[in-house]
């Protein structure tokens, strides 16, 4: 069950359709449709099949590019045609499944989100304007309309056999397989089927993603918990996290594709210990507490602060798990912002990564967490710094002063993502950033860049 859906989809049940590209979840040419009952209602989301382990997709419908064929090209394929969306051919089923998935969403009218299902993606020949019409084209043909799944076969968007498929999964029982404490848990799937695809396919795997404990999102007496297995895009989504953190849309688009985000996990994320996890990194800020358990339900709570010990190093015993975090939702006076610079803007592994949790009150700091990856061996708090900030003004002068402690804390290395002088140069720019986004009327970069002229000198 650890083989990966592409390699079934295309080995097993001879559909070539659906490309084998990067295989690293890139390049978005495996895009597949995968379908879910959720409260008796079915929905549909997209999935790159290269990072997928079979086992993760039982009692789901996986729709590839011949699951929508029909006798007639489809919205989405006839918008393609028309506006020259194609020319080797290689990524364009990835690119239907998209746009078909897309007509599926409540927001199908909307041209920036029709560009926005397709940002994982990818395409060498076009130039993209072609595509990038497409879409918009296939947005704007909706004019309001409902889309419902019976609207959508009735107009064409979808084959008839889709009318039936809720009550294929309904009837469809799946049980969750018994496994041993030395199973190889997995969750979404995202880096694991990168660094160990072929060590896995014959592996006793314990696949999380059928565990519905470990799923959802409460807020109870100002406290958030989020289950492991809760996907990145679903912690996005969240209208109710929305409410306390009002960039937390614009924030993950920071984090991967939409595919990707669709599949990894919150879980998966911080077992991964990346010194660069956006999650980790968003999550420290939050001084969020992680629930671990092993296989004999014996639970044990660490700050997250103290999961990460050394590079790729865990507080994780071998036959535990991550139940979920745990972190206290922002309250009044109390302000969050998550900066990242990449090599590409957007869905590409960060250089450096910073977040900001701060209260202000009558214009001082009277607390304060800090975060940092890409400028230590782990995901950092920046303990020191924080420290320092609390009990200090709102002002340009205590800012200078605390990036003078917060590079005393880090210690990058020179490596592909940027030399050692450039990522201290990157976290004083994104620390600064926190502060010029969050007290617009208070802090001027113009200050901020005299006053650190004026050092230098």
């Known amino acids: 069950m650890g083989k990966s859906l592409l390699d079934f989809i295309r080995y097993t049940m001879d559909l070539p359709g659906t490309k084998s590209g990067c295989r690293e979840g890139d390049c978005g040419a495996c895009t597949v449709m995968e379908g879910s009952l959720i409260d008796n209602e079915l929905n549909y989301k997209t999935i790159v099949s290269c990072l997928t382990p079979l086992g993760n997709v039982q009692g789901k419908h996986i729709v590839t590019i011949e699951g929508l064929n029909m006798n007639h090209l489809s919205p989405a394929q006839q918008a393609i045609v028309e506006h020259g969306g194609t020319q080797c051919g290689f990524c364009t089923p990835g690119f239907v499944v998209s746009l078909t998935n897309q007509s599926l969403s409540k927001e199908v009218g909307n041209p920036d989100k029709a560009l926005a299902a397709i940002d994982g993606n990818i395409c060498r020949c076009t130039g993209y304007k072609s595509i990038e019409r497409a879409a918009k ?67 006793e795997l314990d696949f999380l993603s059928g565990r519905n404990e470990l799923k959802g999102i409460q807020i109870q007496d100002n406290i958030c918990k989020i289950g492991a297995a809760t996907t990145a895009a679903e912690i996005s989504n969240s209208v109710e996290l929305q409410k306390y953190f009002p ?35 968003f999550f420290l800020a939050l001084d969020t507490e992680i629930q671990l358990q092993d296989k004999e339900g014996t639970k044990r709570n660490i700050p997250l602060k103290e999961f990460f010990i050394d590079y790729k190093k865990l507080d994780l015993h071998s036959d535990e798990y991550i139940q979920h975090i745990a972190f206290r939702i922002p309250e009044k006076n109390e302000y969050f912002n998550f900066e990242k ?33 890409g400028v230590s061996p782990i995901p950092l708090q920046l303990s020191k710094t924080a420290s320092f900030l609390v009990g200090k003004k709102l002002k340009e002068e205590t800012i200078l002063e605390a990036n003078k402690i917060m590079q005393s804390e880090i210690s990058p290395i020179s490596d592909i993502r940027g030399s050692d002088t450039y990522k201290r140069l990157l976290l004083r720019q994104l620390f600064f950033a926190h502060f010029m986004k969050l007290f617009p009327a208070k802090i001027s970069f113009g200050k901020l860049f005299a006053l650190t002229n004026q050092q230098k000198l």
Do not use: C
């Open 341 to 373: 610079v990449s090599k590409r803007q957007h869905l590409d592994i960060a250089s450096v990564n910073t977040a900001i949790r701060i209260r202000i009150k009558n214009e001082s700091i009277v607390e304060a967490s800090l975060s940092a990856g």
């Open 247 to 281: 960039h937390l849309k614009s924030d993950f688009k920071l984090i991967s594709s939409t595919p990707i985000r669709n599949m990894g996990t919150i879980g998966g994320n911080l077992a991964n210990a990346s010194p660069i996890g956006d999650l980790s990194i």
């Open 137 to 203: 084209s296939l947005a704007d043909s909706f004019n309001g309309e409902k889309n419902s799944l019976a609207n959508l076969v009735e107009q064409g968007h979808l084959p008839k056999y889709f009318m039936g498929i809720a009550d294929r999964l309904q009837q469809l029982k799946t049980n969750q397989k018994q496994v041993g404490n030395s199973a190889v848990i997995l969750g979404g799937g995202t880096d694991l089927l990168v660094q160990k695809a072929d060590g896995i396919i014959e592996d």
